[in-house]
């Protein structure tokens, strides 16, 4: 037989008022028969007491020919007026036909009317259905478990009335009425609280319309799997997915063990830290084991949900002594994640611990519940161990999380020990690192410099190969390579020592023919004062020293044995500068002598070693014209011109060290130059301060006006008091502002004290206290006195 619905009205005094096709097609009675009779006389069995609220439940009605027939009865309240209880409007569905022809032994009637009705009642997802006006129609227990009450304290009151007012309720309920209104069911996720659950829970749901025979919506059922556990699950598995990305970013101990905490706060951990061992942070070797008892640790890293992490006993950088009791000692002796719980005796001793080491946090350590120790180990190493405590968050660390700890620290560890690794390198070639190379190019604008250093694969190590980029005054700039003979520490610190001593003489703004001369004596006498020791490693060394002058684009350089360098023009033509190298420091027998040439802007200079060219079964010119080619290949910059010079130069497997310092050329124009002949009359002071002050205003200097007419007053006068003609004036606009004043006398001026009634030598004094540095250098006919001041930062 088909299923129908049927529907009757019964008034407060227990009248039926109202019977639907659907109930006569149920009974068998007609609305003639049923209406106005008591609605106790048509049913089979006695109804207990349900009173005027809403209620669903089993009723046995009697059909007009006598047998009974049980139904699933919704009884929904019905108002008058005044809104006083007026009735019940009853709607009932009755059971579904058993088709098996031999239904077997009857059930048990304590098991109720129907098995469905148990099944919905029962089942572990949480179910629920609404009339059109979102009211609760039928809730089974599980429902009734996340919502705190029984099925009676909901069946009939709107969902609104039940919940808080929070956007996931409102968007809830905004779900039911879309159901009910569009006829279309509704799939969806939420991560939300509930009355009776004391945390967020992810939820999948489920709603869909209920109808009738005909169609008609008659009301919203839903169904609400708690889906935690897999949200949970899909939650580390992006944790791990976002370590993956975030820890081992550089190769600094530290800063991984800092990215490490950045993953796991807040969302794995209130609070968590990460200790190592000493000898980690130290480079060391590692030890055969973890030792027994109890374990010094040194904190890296460790953060919190709190701002300033107070609940940390131990600050950064501190020792730390772990007992053999705690779980951190056993995570590190059993190399496994140790999960400890409030209650228990090692967690309690672990915490009065922490209060007794650091009392001022005892307060941000109330309501600790759980923490896990988990060791950081890589490739059978322990390297220290992470440490993780929740606070605020509800759950327990659990065995899942210790599994995801567990893979989480693994590749974290693989991260430190790495760091750990290339810190042990770096500090064995730390000090041969710093002689090598300067540690940072100065800035300067006569050339744009980009430099390689390449270190041999040989098992000797780093050589004495090196560079170096030197400011002078007058805007120019000294560039610098050499070479040391050998390889390992002791060619490292040569390399050092002759670094440090051109910077020296480069200082004294010696021309580079003179200045290779300096540097050829000072290894003679490091030779003789060792006794004539023919390993005296400065000996043979090579080096090659030019200066460039933006301001008349002239570049002037002498070498010391070491090959010449390759001038790129701007039109591309490539070519050796013509040059005869002197021999190597130390060996003596034939002067230096300097080259000097005038390159357009934007001509390319390459400096280099003799690894980039010279090689064991290489043929020399060839590996120059090579060079010369590869240098005119096109390039977006200086650094992309490096690595192609490399890649097309360079040996496959290159025996020895190569060093590559490549400039181009920048020129200062006329506009940023003014220069003034000065009469040696001190009656001209006053015109030339005066030319000067004017020369600052058209450049937009009038902040440095002041300080300028003084320098230039004291240095002019004193050109012409003590100095011989020709006196120049000089005012260079670059990085900073220039002033230089040249005359015929080769005297070297110097600062002396003026007593208190000396009438004069205050001036250089005075120069040097408005200025940023100043100086003198010879010049061919004769000094030059200069000084620097700092510009405004708006030009």
Not at 30 to 56: F, I, K, Y
Not at 518 to 543: K, M, N, P, Q, R
Request: aromatic share 6%; with cysteine.
């Amino acid at each position: 037989m088909e299923q129908v619905a049927a529907a009757a009205v019964v008034d407060a005094q227990g009248i039926v008022t109202g019977w639907s096709e659907g109930a006569r097609l149920l009974t068998g009675r007609t609305a003639q028969d049923a209406v106005g009779r008591p609605a106790a006389e048509l049913l089979a069995e006695p109804l207990s007491a349900r009173g005027n609220g809403a209620w669903t439940g089993s009723v046995v009605v009697r059909h007009r020919d006598g047998h009974p027939v049980t139904v699933t009865v919704a009884a929904c309240p019905v108002l008058g007026p005044g809104g006083e209880a007026a009735g019940l409007a009853l709607t009932a569905v009755p059971p579904s036909p058993d088709p098996d022809p031999d239904p077997g032994p009857d059930p048990d009637p304590g098991l109720g009317p129907t098995v469905a009705e148990r099944a919905f009642q029962q089942a572990s997802v949480s179910m629920s259905v609404f009339d059109p006006g979102q009211r609760y129609l039928r809730i089974n227990d599980a429902a009734c478990h996340v919502m705190g009450v029984s099925e009676e304290a909901l069946l009939g009151r709107p969902f609104p009335e039940t919940v808080e007012d929070a956007e996931h309720s409102r968007g809830f309920n905004w779900h039911l009425r879309h159901v009910c209104e569009t006829g279309r069911p509704v799939r969806y996720e939420s991560f939300t609280g509930a009355p009776a659950l004391n945390r967020e829970h992810a939820w999948s749901i489920e709603m869909w319309p209920v109808r009738d025979a005909d169609g008609t919506i008659l009301g919203t059922a839903l169904a609400a799997l708690d889906s935690t556990e897999q949200y949970w699950a899909r939650e580390r598995l992006a944790l791990l997915n976002e370590a993956a990305a975030a820890i081992g970013t550089t190769l600094d101990v530290v800063r991984t063990a800092e990215e490490l905490i950045g993953v796991v706060v807040p969302r794995f951990a209130d609070f968590a830290s990460v200790d190592l061992f000493d000898w980690v942070l130290d480079a060391d070797e590692p030890p055969p084991s973890v030792p027994g008892g109890d374990l010094e640790l040194r904190r890296v890293a460790h953060g919190s949900v709190t701002a300033g992490t107070p609940e940390a006993a131990v600050h950064l950088g501190e020792a730390d002594l772990y007992p053999a009791f705690s779980p951190v000692a056993r995570a590190l002796r059993e190399g496994r994640a140790v999960i400890s719980q409030a209650g228990e005796p090692p967690f309690m001793r672990w915490v009065e611990e922490r209060n007794a080491r650091a009392p001022k946090g005892r307060p941000h350590r109330e309501g600790v519940h759980s923490m896990m120790a988990v060791p950081l180990r890589a490739r059978g190493t322990t390297l220290g161990v992470a440490v993780g405590v929740r606070v605020a968050q509800p759950d327990d660390y659990a065995a899942d999380d210790a599994v995801f700890a567990e893979e989480l620290a693994s590749r974290a560890a693989v991260c430190v020990d790495n760091a750990r690794r290339f810190a042990r390198e770096r500090t064995t070639a730390l000090a041969l690192q710093h002689s090598l190379l300067p540690r940072g190019l100065p800035g300067q604008v006569a050339v744009e410099v980009a430099h390689r250093y390449l270190p041999s694969g040989s098992t000797a190590g780093i050589g004495g190969d090196w560079f170096d980029v030197i400011p002078l005054s007058g805007s120019r700039v000294a560039l610098v390579v050499g070479d040391v003979v050998g390889h390992g520490i002791p060619s490292a610190a040569t390399m050092g020592r002759l670094c440090t001593a051109v910077r020296t003489l480069a200082d004294v703004d010696l021309p580079p023919d003179e200045l290779i001369t300096h540097l050829d004596d000072l290894v003679t006498h490091l030779a003789a004062y060792d006794g004539g020791a023919d390993d005296v490693a400065e000996l043979g060394a090579t080096c090659l020293y030019a200066v460039y002058d933006p301001v008349t684009r002239r570049l002037s350089l002498a070498s010391a044995g070491h090959p010449a360098p390759a001038v790129v023009r701007p039109d591309g033509t490539a070519a050796l500068v013509p040059m005869s190298p002197g021999p190597p420091l130390g060996v003596g027998g034939l002067p230096f002598e300097a080259v000097e040439l005038e390159l357009p802007e934007g001509t390319v200079l390459a400096l280099y070693t003799d690894g980039l060219i010279e090689d064991r079964d290489r043929d020399l010119d060839r590996a120059t014209a090579e060079l010369c080619n590869a240098l005119t290949a096109p390039a977006t910059s200086l650094d992309a011109l490096c690595d192609t010079v490399l890649k097309a130069v360079l040996p496959e497997e290159p025996s020895d060290d190569v060093a590559l310092l490549m400039a181009r050329t920048r020129a200062l124009g006329a506009a940023q130059v003014a220069t003034w002949d000065v009469d040696p009359d001190p009656a001209r002071v006053a015109a030339t301060r005066r030319a000067a002050t004017e020369q600052l205003t058209a450049w937009g200097l009038e902040e440095t006006a002041f300080v300028t007419e003084l320098v230039v007053s004291e240095l002019v006068t004193n050109a012409i008091r003590y100095g011989e003609a020709p006196i120049q004036l000089r005012l260079i606009r670059d990085r900073t502002l220039i002033c230089e004043v040249s005359d015929g006398s080769s005297t070297s001026p110097h600062l002396r004290r003026a007593h208190a009634f000396d009438e004069g030598g205050r001036g250089l004094l005075l120069v040097a206290q408005l200025t940023q540095r100043w100086g003198s250098r010879q010049t061919a006919r004769g000094k030059t006195i200069w000084c620097e001041q700092t510009l405004p930062p708006s030009t």
